[in-house]
């Protein structure tokens, strides 16, 4: 017996080595794209958008809160960026904070709140860019209403922001002022089989023409809602490849959407107003840390990774995703 303990124990080690030292590997080998490396104090980080106003990466915390980033004009590729707080609410303790969208018209940060574990609250608050005051607390759903992930957010050019539903898939409409005005229901955002209902509805993006665009995970589904025509649903037709545990979207052009997840990043086009689409290119990223949220920084693509490495202060990760024989247009 001692000596099968004895065995087994090893057996154990070595498999729970090879995955460490890949990790070891991974971390230490030069990175083939550019990399904003910052310290913070928590372990994950859900989002990052780039506030190209104020020369920054934003981040929202898993634990509750918003980070910033700042980039100096000056800044050395290999230098090593801090996170500063500038959200802590606590009234919202127990809460994480994860999709976050930038209103730049209304000087605005849009940030989902939710209770990861429980699912029995559901919120998404405005922060003024300047000051970081809160502007409102629109409540989404709470103990009482069906169980619920507010995950991800996007906002229309008058201001009527859009939170999707990770747990129940649907979406909450919200006024610009923060009330809540009516949910986005439709069938085809439930797959009959149960286990692709684990994670429905997540990212979501605004196309300036008047629709939103919105993953379904666990699927890998796109959907087009138009919100001039009752908010009709329409699933686009995908060809090149599948979609499937798709988490942040970020709209890079018109007819260019980006897809964060896993795999790392993927590059969606389309021709024809997102009637259909294909999957024209992949990108391949620190895989162990894992991508959730995309962004625009001077024309490149960045990626967000959730899971930071090491002690006491964790590093965290935004790469560029670039994508073979693809250019803006």
Do not use: Q
């Not at 859900?46 to 918003?66: H, I, P, Y």
């Not at 127990?94 to 976050?100: D, F, I, Q």
């Not at 709470?142 to 992930?149: A, I, R, T, V």
């Amino acid at each position: 017996m001692a000596l099968c303990s004895a065995k087994t124990l090893a057996v154990l080690f070595i498999l729970s080595a090879v995955p460490v030292a890949y990790i070891i590997s991974v971390e230490i080998a030069p990175p083939s794209t550019h990399v904003f490396h910052y310290h913070s104090f928590g372990f994950f980080r859900e989002c990052s958008k780039w506030d190209a106003a104020n020369r920054r990466f934003l981040v929202s915390f898993m634990e509750g809160g918003v980070g910033a980033v700042a980039v100096p004009e000056s800044h050395s590729p290999s230098a090593i960026l801090e996170e500063s707080v500038v959200v802590k609410d606590v009234d919202l303790a127990g809460n994480a904070s994860l999709g976050l969208a930038i209103d730049r018209p209304r000087n605005r940060l849009l940030v989902v709140v939710a209770d990861l574990i429980g699912n029995r609250f559901s919120g998404v608050a405005a922060y003024d860019l300047s000051t970081w005051k809160r502007l409102f607390l629109a409540k989404l759903s709470g103990p009482s209403d069906e169980k619920s992930l507010a995950d991800d957010v996007a906002v229309d050019a008058d201001g009527y922001i859009y939170v999707t539903d990770a747990r129940a898939s649907k979406i909450w409409k919200v006024s610009p002022g923060g009330e809540l005005l009516s949910i986005i229901r439709n069938p085809l955002f439930t797959p009959k089989e149960w286990y692709k209902n684990l994670v429905g509805l997540n990212g979501i993006v605004y196309h300036p023409d008047g629709y939103l665009i919105v993953i379904h995970t666990f699927t890998g589904a796109l959907f087009k809602i138009d919100l001039a025509n009752g908010n009709a649903v329409k699933l686009i037709s995908v060809v090149g490849g599948s979609l499937s545990f798709g988490d942040g979207l970020e709209l890079v052009s018109p007819t260019k959407l980006v897809v964060a997840g896993n795999p790392s990043g993927r590059l969606v086009e389309s021709s024809d107003g997102w009637e259909s689409a294909s999957l024209v290119a992949k990108f391949k990223g620190p895989a162990h840390r894992l991508a959730t949220a995309a962004t625009v920084k001077d024309g490149k693509v960045y990626l967000n990774h959730m899971f930071g490495m090491g002690y006491p202060k964790k590093k965290h990760a935004i790469v560029e995703a670039v994508f073979s024989s693809w250019i803006f247009t």
